[in-house]
């Protein structure tokens, strides 16, 4: 039976509290009494004026309309002002009522240049967030899976220009050299030549010692990233780091043209190395020698895949070539020796055959198609280091722990992406993005922590009391009150 509205109630008024309109399960009520954002008054004191100036905004309230933004993957704050102005559920989680002024859009980016550009006020939220879920026993960190994930930057791809800049120092640089200089004197070798200096003392830049690097003329801090065999952009890449649970743990920023391998060190020393993990799951870009001497040497695990071999077809593959470990040489397929000639500058030793017997060596052309029938094959001086790693992967258990990745970090990065707008960003420069990142990840630990409490009954009233009586005017009377008696306390 068709039935026709003939009543029209958008005038009616009507008594209520715009508590009742949000549902008991909805995701920020759940939020609002998994934690007590309060200190975030204690991260911003010092950024504001006790006695001089204008009223501001409540830092709290400033904070949580961000948090918003990247819960729901709202694309701009301008969008975000215009669904806080219109959500129930919104209003009620910054303490607004129906006739409160939403602040503009432009607020928060006001205050982010004035008061926390430059600050690790952002950063100091996340570790917040993170201590209310250890504290609640629900994030291991013992083995930690860490990866990296490309974020799109806002620059225009064909304003570029190619410049050429110094290449930046490898984490392992000093130690290496000073490998490679004991190599070398133990095979009665040289030491390799210094670099010439210049006038000031640096490092003159020869071909090996500088690059030309595409950067944005937008976004001079982004890199440039091949995204498979023809598409380019220009990018940031976020080193992440999560627990088996998929509870995020740690995250950096960099340029996007930068390869895991290389920036890893830096991230494991700002961050992983102190969270005293125990194993490392990571994927095959971090397969290095330097990479598993730096773990292996702290006394972590690295749980490494499997990787095939990078020879052309119809050729033996190094693994055919056995090494000699008591003779310090390599066993061709034929049986010949491959006798050791000297140690490169980037830490491999170089074995040749000898050019007389390969000339009628019947597997010659399986083996090398040099001009004077020498075979090269080459060991980096941390190789034992790959070796322990690749025993840790044959161990009993470590394949169904690596596979594991697909269900935590991989399943992080899906969600940042698909739920929480980390697919691309519309922030400009370094700081931004990893304020950016920071929020997103702190959102996801945030929605998870909340989910958790629920599903183990943890949830308490709103702040710590059930303010399911006051009025508005009442509870901000009421939280007031509270701050100044800790304070005095």
């Known amino acids: 039976m068709l039935i026709k509205n003939t009543q029209n109630k958008r005038e009616h008024v009507q008594m209520l509290t715009i508590g009742s309109m949000v549902p008991e399960d909805h995701l920020l009520r759940d939020i609002e009494r998994a934690i007590d954002l309060d200190f975030i008054y204690d991260l911003v004191e010092d950024k504001y004026s006790p006695n001089f100036g204008r009223p501001s905004i409540d830092p709290v309230v400033l904070i949580k309309i961000v948090l918003i933004q990247h819960l729901y993957g709202i694309r701009s704050m301008r969008q975000t002002i215009r669904e806080i102005e219109v959500n129930v559920a919104y209003r009620w989680f910054l303490g607004l009522d129906f006739t409160d002024k939403v602040p503009h859009f432009t607020t928060f980016g006001k205050n982010y240049t004035r008061r926390f550009k430059g600050t690790d006020l952002f950063e100091q939220i996340f570790e917040n967030i993170l201590a209310e879920c250890v504290k609640c026993g629900f994030v291991d960190m013992s083995t930690l899976f860490v990866d990296g994930t490309h974020i799109k930057a806002h620059a225009n791809n064909k304003k570029k220009v190619k410049a050429e800049v110094k290449k930046e120092a490898l984490f392992y640089e000093e130690e290496l050299k000073k490998e490679i200089a004991e190599d070398r004197k133990s095979h009665g070798k040289k030491p390799l030549k210094e670099k010439q200096k210049d006038k000031d003392g640096d490092d003159k830049p020869s071909g090996g010692d500088t690059k030309v690097s595409t950067q944005s003329t937008t976004d001079p801090e982004s890199g440039m990233f091949h995204k498979g065999e023809h598409k380019q952009v220009f990018a940031y890449v976020s080193q992440t780091a999560c627990d088996r649970h998929g509870w995020i743990t740690d995250y950096e920023v960099y340029a996007g043209n930068n390869h895991d391998s290389r920036t890893f060190g830096d991230f494991f020393t700002k961050k992983l190395k102190g969270r005293n993990a125990t194993m490392l799951v990571m994927d095959a870009g971090y397969k290095t020698p330097a990479i598993a001497k730096l773990l292996l040497d702290g006394g972590i695990t690295p749980v490494l895949p499997y990787t095939r071999p990078m020879t052309k077809r119809g050729f033996f593959k190094k693994i055919e070539y056995a090494y000699d470990e008591q003779y310090d040489c390599y066993i061709c397929p034929n049986n010949q020796e491959l006798r050791y000639s000297t140690t490169n500058r980037k830490g491999y030793r170089e074995y040749k055959s000898n050019s007389k017997v390969c000339a009628n060596c019947p597997y010659l052309e399986h083996c090398t198609h040099s001009e004077n029938h020498v075979k090269l094959v080459t060991r980096h001086v941390w190789q034992d280091y790959l070796d322990e790693c ?75 009391t059930n303010f399911s009586g006051f009025s508005h005017n009442l509870l901000k009377v009421y939280k007031k009150r509270q701050r100044t008696l800790c304070f005095a306390a």
Not at 403 to 424: C, D, M, P, S, W
């Open 390 to 464: 690749e025993e840790i992967r044959h161990s009993y258990g470590y394949k169904e722990i690596y596979a594991q990745r697909k269900e935590t970090i991989e399943r992080v990065f899906g969600e940042a992406k698909e739920n929480h707008g980390l697919r691309f960003t519309q922030s400009i420069g370094k700081a931004r993005m990893r304020m950016k990142v920071g929020l997103t990840f702190a959102c996801i630990n945030l929605k998870k922590l909340a989910k958790m409490k629920r599903r183990h009954g943890l949830l308490g009233p709103t702040n710590g």
